[in-house]
């Protein structure tokens, strides 16, 4: 498991256990399933229904601790506190994980209060249920984060996140396959149970739901309850088989952020990016990918570098490789972070 992750939003990587299930079109070319047939000899033997989640050892799970005993080197050498994303090669909310395992991850997030975990999952749905029963809510340094990649899982999954009470929500939007619009979920005027706010004499006194923004503790220990989106990370594919991100998706997105103050994260291109993102001239045939009528066609640039079929006035996308593509949107990087 990694310290000193390499993902450019956390600064540790912590896996309790290893293995999952494809719950959607984000899944489909899954680097961790990939990564767990390569450890087992070419079969994803932790992955899929019925696969058994692999517990990892108890070293790893000693490494948290050490990490909380050094926040006072760390926060004065970066002035924060230390960010650990839990779990990149699983799914905290995993139907299939022994609740048992679950409890004992979060007493170890209670004992290291010294350190922001983020559990980012597919199943945001399940986290209500999980929680209720481990420990009562989610604890003080816990932020909870929903994957979606379209539009269909934008309007299925942003609802159920912030109606689960957490310090901090986030999206990851990562692979972005199609536009997003988010505008519906930032208006600061509020809304009551998704609905405007002249329907709100028709809701329950009791409705889960807060006007307004505000990340206030309710002082009778239900947790943190905003109905913000606190944090928004944008991405694209990356590894074999990697389908290619719009521009303009991935813009669209930033610009929505920035008209409402909401931080904005651009990770990766993936291996798909603009020319201008790929380090210079491309010399050698590439794979390349146009936008046309609502789909991508591909061809190929040859060797002298000449291009593509090019479409109405749609940008040309170059298979150039995650490391050569870089994280530069529209000549720089993109790296803003809630505040702790």
Partial sequence: MSENSKIEWTDHTFNPWEGCQKV??????????TRNARYAGGTAIN??????????SEANWRKPRAWNAAHAEFFAAHGRRQRVFCASLADVFDNAIDPAWREELFKLINETPNLDWLLLTKRIGN????VSVIPGHLPDNVWLGATIVNQEEADRDIEKL????????????EPL??????LAWFDPTGNCCMQEMQSCENCPADAPWIHGPTTEYAEDGSGYSSPEIDWVIVGGESG?????MHPDWARDIRDQCEAVGVPFLFKQWGEWAPGESCGGPL?????TADWWDGKWMFGELTPKGSESIHYDDEPVL???GKKKAGRHLDGRTHDDFPKA
């Fill in 24 to 33: 959607g079109p984000g899944c489909d070319n899954c680097y961790a399933e």
């Fill in 47 to 56: 992955w899929g229904p019925g696969a058994p989640r692999r517990r990892t």
């Fill in 127 to 130: 986290v209500p249920m999980m």
């Fill in 162 to 173: 912030l109606m689960t009470p957490a310090r901090r929500r986030f999206l990851s939007i």
């Fill in 177 to 182: 396959l199609g536009p997003v619009d988010l």
């Fill in 240 to 244: 074999p088989g990697a389908r290619p």
């Fill in 283 to 287: 010399t050698r045939t590439e794979r």
């Fill in 318 to 320: 170059y298979r150039c």
